[in-house]
């Protein structure tokens, strides 16, 4: 959510930067805002004379009354009395036209990164930088479900019997890899200096409010029926949210957190996602990367968290690129970000298996987390979020490119101490 200040003297940035993420119909926001806010501002200001004026009567009402001017008394109250129900019905308003000014605020995307290439939506991506060299062995590469299925370890009808279309059950060594892949991912950050969580996995609506825009939340969410409580889609959500309404101290930032949880998501509008195996699915699991930090340092924490993510998949010796997501495919509360991709050697192309994203103050604004500076007064933390890992999607990528010609599947250095000291899967 933007400063109301920011929108009140750069309502033409506000327009540009909507038109630049093609949300023309948003426009017109700007606009009311500023008119709701000018009769927000008047209605306190009225409120606060009024309040000044009937301190001053309140306090001669004393004085008429040991004079015996009980007239002059009586009219006082009065006033007082008056001027407390114009300041009721004031407040009302006030009240009212504050939840209409957020109401917009809260659709008005975020300011973005002058760095961001325009664009309409994700076909018009930018690909920055490749890393490692992508292979196309000789070999037939199976779909990824069918290289699971010759080792026995998923179980999709039985899935759908149970919960429907869009999960699984992951068994034996498959399920084992799976779990090593999280480990080795905990570790790995762990070994950067970040913090390592493990999050509620369930939230509240202002929470969600607070971490992602509306649109996101109903294609994204799931709500549990008859609470005030939502299944994460991701454990930034629960990581961020935990900073609520706080004021942190500037010397302990950047706070750098490392949280593993499984994740929910409706995924509203994919079609045949009984077709997909486990690329597209309602539940699976993740570890991820956030940081709070201050507003000078995001950039560079920017840089790193994506690059963390690289690294990660080049020890595990998987091809990936980073491409930069243009001005249409960002989310309103994103500033700037990179998805991370992997090489599939069966289709013979990337495939997304991780984002990172600056959301700039976004966050911090709408969930109230400060940070104390005496000499300059508080100020809104920048947050940053990343995806290590998010298996069984990377599960595709890895089995893909790590296959052999003779149907094993090799397991590299970093991850034999986590599935027992094998060297392949046979």
């Given at each position: 959510?933007?400063?109301?200040?920011?929108?009140?003297?750069?309502?033409?940035?506000?327009?540009?930067?909507i038109r630049k993420k093609f949300?023309?119909?948003?426009?017109?926001?700007?606009?009311?805002?500023?008119?709701?806010?000018?009769?927000?501002?008047?209605?306190?200001?009225?409120?606060?004379?009024?309040?000044?004026?009937?301190?001053?009567?309140?306090?001669?009402?004393?004085?008429?009354?040991?004079?015996?001017?009980?007239?002059?008394?009586?009219?006082?109250?009065?006033?007082?009395?008056?001027?407390?129900?114009?300041?009721?019905?004031?407040?009302?308003?006030?009240?009212?036209?504050?939840?209409?000014?957020?109401?917009?605020?809260?659709?008005?995307?975020?300011?973005?990164?002058?760095?961001?290439?325009?664009?309409?939506?994700?076909?018009?991506?930018?690909?920055?930088?490749?890393?490692?060299?992508?292979?196309?062995?000789?070999?037939?590469?199976?779909?990824?479900?069918?290289?699971?299925?010759?080792?026995?370890?998923?179980?999709?009808?039985?899935?759908?019997?149970?919960?429907?279309?869009?999960?699984?059950y992951l068994r034996g060594d498959?399920?084992?890899?799976?779990?090593?892949?999280?480990?080795?991912?905990?570790?790995?950050?762990?070994?950067?200096?970040?913090?390592?969580?493990?999050?509620?996995?369930?939230?509240?609506?202002?929470?969600?409010?607070?971490?992602?825009?509306?649109?996101?939340?109903?294609?994204?969410?799931?709500?549990?029926?008859?609470?005030?409580?939502?299944?994460?889609?991701?454990?930034?959500?629960?990581?961020?949210?935990?900073?609520?309404?706080?004021?942190?101290?500037?010397?302990?930032?950047?706070?750098?957190?490392?949280?593993?949880?499984?994740?929910?998501?409706?995924?509203?509008?994919?079609?045949?996602?009984?077709?997909?195996?486990?690329?597209?699915?309602?539940?699976?699991?993740?570890?991820?990367?956030?940081?709070?930090?201050?507003?000078?340092?995001?950039?560079?924490?920017?840089?790193?968290?994506?690059?963390?993510?690289?690294?990660?998949?080049?020890?595990?010796?998987?091809?990936?690129?980073?491409?930069?997501?243009?001005?249409?495919?960002?989310?309103?509360?994103?500033?700037?970000?990179?998805?991370?991709?992997?090489?599939?050697?069966?289709?013979?192309?990337?495939?997304?298996?991780?984002?990172?994203?600056?959301?700039?103050?976004?966050?911090?604004?709408?969930?109230?987390?400060?940070?104390?500076?005496?000499?300059?007064?508080?100020?809104?933390?920048?947050?940053?979020?990343?995806?290590?890992?998010?298996?069984?999607?990377?599960?595709?990528?890895?089995?893909?490119?790590?296959?052999?010609?003779?149907?094993?599947?090799?397991?590299?250095?970093?991850l034999r101490m986590y599935m027992?000291?094998?060297?392949?899967?046979?």
């Open positions: 959510m933007l400063d109301i200040k920011f929108l009140r003297a750069n309502p033409d940035v506000v327009k540009e930067n949300q023309d119909e948003k426009v017109a926001l700007v606009d009311e805002v500023i008119k709701l806010d000018e009769k927000c501002r008047a209605a306190r200001t009225r409120c606060e004379y009024l309040r000044s004026q009937r301190n001053a009567i309140s306090k001669q009402i004393g004085a008429f009354m040991a004079k015996g001017q009980r007239e002059e008394a009586e009219q006082a109250k009065k006033s007082v009395s008056d001027m407390a129900e114009e300041m009721n019905g004031l407040d009302a308003e006030i009240n009212a036209l504050s939840a209409q000014i957020r109401e917009r605020m809260l659709v008005i995307p975020n300011i973005i990164d002058p760095t961001v290439p325009i664009g309409k939506d994700d076909s018009e991506n930018v690909e920055l930088e490749r890393f490692g060299e992508p292979r196309v062995p000789e070999y037939e590469v199976p779909y990824h479900v069918e290289i699971m299925e010759r080792f026995g370890g998923i179980d999709l009808d039985s899935a759908r019997k149970t919960s429907g279309n869009g999960f699984y498959i399920a084992r890899l799976h779990s090593a892949i999280l480990s080795y991912a905990r570790d790995f950050m762990i070994d950067k200096g970040f913090t390592y969580y493990v999050p509620p996995f369930m939230i509240r609506g202002n929470v969600v409010d607070g971490v992602m825009s509306f649109a996101e939340m109903e294609n994204m969410m799931y709500k549990i029926e008859g609470e005030d409580l939502y299944l994460i889609g991701t454990s930034e959500h629960s990581m961020i949210g935990k900073f609520i309404d706080t004021l942190l101290e500037e010397k302990d930032l950047p706070q750098t957190l490392t949280s593993y949880s499984p994740c929910f998501r409706k995924e509203v509008g994919a079609h045949g996602i009984e077709e997909r195996g486990v690329y597209r699915i309602h539940q699976f699991e993740k570890q991820e990367m956030v940081v709070v930090c201050k507003p000078e340092e995001s950039k560079e924490w920017f840089e790193k968290l994506y690059h963390y993510t690289i690294e990660f998949f080049r020890s595990l010796d998987i091809p990936v690129r980073s491409l930069e997501c243009c001005s249409g495919d960002l989310a309103d509360l994103k500033v700037k970000s990179i998805d991370v991709e992997a090489w599939s050697p069966r289709q013979q192309k990337y495939f997304e298996v991780g984002s990172c994203s600056n959301l700039g103050d976004a966050q911090a604004r709408r969930l109230g987390i400060r940070v104390r500076n005496k000499e300059k007064g508080n100020y809104f933390p920048h947050t940053l979020n990343n995806t290590v890992v998010a298996p069984p999607r990377m599960l595709i990528a890895f089995l893909e490119n790590n296959l052999q010609a003779d149907g094993s599947v090799a397991i590299p250095e970093p027992g000291g094998k060297d392949a899967i046979r």
